[in-house]
């Protein structure tokens, strides 16, 4: 049983707050990702729970085990950083083994850990090997192979792909997925690839500015995000956002009426300024009746293109229709909104989502140990 719960977690550095009210509740064999933009807290989190940093207040527990005042090496955890650390004198055996070489165990019992971890992460071929002569996808290997090797109940991984192109990234993205398949121990995953996070976990933490947005699966992180923030950092191009005024049954873009479903959003939605949220395949481009725009832009990626629209007010949206929809730089349009795959959020900095069938990310259901 090895489940991980923050329990109101602050760390400051100083007078600077690097996290802020930190509750998260990872259960035992679960893959979750900690997603963010770039100093939003993410190693932080992750070194607090390998006890490589301390909090400043709150508890962090690991298995029903408050570990707060225990030394790393005693939290059955083994961490994988982004910069692969593997010793370049030693081979790729010694440096796999290297865990329970100081862990004093010799001889047939550390052979045959480092030959099942090898066996696991097929490097059996390159025992042998010093690091320098391994590809990076090799070398990322090798340093799972030493985190494998201590047969940890948590597996805490820092951007372990970061470092690699996009072809082999893609490729250890699925070897991971089948590790973590085949091993069902709890991995705590840090990235700010939108991608690895959706791919990868059961549920994806997105975090900024020191604070959980969201915790909840890749479905709802898509469909229903909680807030601006979750919305604009998820899918490429991320969902659109515009401001504009909610009168009656319809959402008002620069004196254009754009018709909305009241019954789908809270008592909280009143007449007045809101913000839309929809993404670029949710409109469909047409002509006729809709939303006026004008064609600024057409980028055929092969398999779709991506438009990117101005509003009347000048305002850009991008659209996402299939490669073969023939758009001219120019071409006025009109645009229609699925009333179902709008959004409605508060009109604020980080306005929160209006519409009924989410879990707002602050009443997540604390599970008890
Ligand atoms: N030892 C430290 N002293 C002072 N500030 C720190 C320290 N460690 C981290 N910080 C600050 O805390 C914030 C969070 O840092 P953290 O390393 O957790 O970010 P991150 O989300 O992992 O970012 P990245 O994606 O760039 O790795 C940052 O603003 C960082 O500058
Ligand atoms: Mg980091």
Do not use: W
């Not at 996808?137 to 047969?151: H, K, S, Y």
């Amino acid at each position: 049983m090895a489940n991980v719960i923050f329990k109101d977690v602050h760390k400051s550095f100083g007078s600077f707050v690097a996290l802020e009210k930190l509750d998260l509740d990872i259960r035992d064999g679960e893959f979750v990702a900690l997603l963010g933009p770039s100093g939003c807290g993410k190693s932080t989190t992750l070194r607090m729970l390998a006890g490589l940093d301390f909090p400043t207040s709150g508890e962090i527990s690991i298995g029903g085990r408050v570990v707060n005042d225990l030394a790393p090496g005693k939290r059955d955890i083994a961490m994988v950083f982004q910069s692969y650390a593997l010793y370049p004198h030693m081979t790729v055996g010694e440096n796999i083994g290297y865990p329970l070489k100081k862990r004093g165990i010799k001889g047939a019992a550390r052979a045959e850990a480092v030959q099942k971890a090898a066996d696991l992460l097929q490097l059996g071929a390159l025992l042998d090997r010093k690091p320098k002569q391994l590809s990076g996808g090799q070398q990322q290997r090798v340093a799972l192979g030493r985190a494998l090797v201590r047969e940890p109940q948590v597996f805490l991984l820092d951007e372990p792909l970061s470092n690699l192109d996009a072809k082999l990234r893609s490729y250890m993205r699925a070897e991971l997925i089948e590790l973590h398949r085949r091993l069902g121990k709890t991995m705590v995953y840090v990235t700010h690839d939108q991608l690895e996070a959706m791919t990868m976990a059961s549920r994806i933490a997105v975090m900024h500015g020191g604070h959980v947005q969201q915790f909840d699966t890749p479905d709802a992180i898509y469909n229903r995000p909680a807030n601006r923030f979750v919305a604009g950092f998820i899918g490429t191009p991320p969902m659109n956002q515009v401001e504009g005024t909610v009168e009656g049954g319809d959402f008002v873009i620069a004196g254009h009426r754009v018709p909305i479903d009241r019954t789908a959003y809270s008592a909280d939605l009143h007449d007045g300024p809101a913000v839309l949220g929809v993404r670029p395949e949710a409109i469909s481009i047409g002509s006729g009746e809709g939303l006026p725009a004008t064609v600024r832009l057409a980028e055929n990626t092969g398999h779709e293109t991506i438009v990117t629209l101005e509003l009347p007010d000048k305002r850009r949206i991008s659209a996402r229709v299939e490669a073969a929809r023939r758009l001219d730089v120019g071409q006025p349009v009109a645009l229609r909104l699925d009333p179902a795959a709008i959004h409605l959020f508060e009109a604020t900095e980080n306005g929160a989502r209006l519409n009924l069938d989410d879990t707002p990310a602050s009443v997540i259901p604390m599970r008890s140990t």
